[in-house]
């Protein structure tokens, strides 16, 4: 049996929670659309979305474990950094104190 929407002839059921189908079908009246469509729409997106090849997987791994190993170094870099500026600038102000330029 053909139904009337772009040649849709084939039905797919799938089970789901109460809370799972009530924000589906919530989503669905937002946007003005049927939960079918959106489920369309959806599986269609998902589908068309590139899989992460190994490869990328393994770049994107060793690229997470440089950055894990990074920022406490970067952290601690800022902190002397910091501290620096901290220190400059007390004995700018003491200095200027000192020269009756501040009070």
């Given at each position: 049996?053909?139904?009337?929407r ?19 079908e ?78």
């Open positions: 049996m053909q139904t009337a772009s040649g849709q002839t084939e039905r797919v059921t799938y089970l789901t929670s109460a809370a799972q189908k009530a924000q589906l919530a989503f669905a009246k937002a946007r003005g659309e049927s939960v079918g469509n959106v489920l369309r729409e959806a599986t269609m997106r998902y589908i068309s979305e590139p899989a992460i090849s190994p490869a990328e997987e393994e770049a994107l791994q060793f690229l997470a474990d440089e950055l894990n190993a990074a920022v406490p170094k970067i952290r601690e870099s800022l902190e002397r950094s910091i501290a620096m500026l901290e220190k400059s600038n007390a004995d700018i102000d003491r200095k200027m104190r000192e020269a009756g330029i501040r009070k």
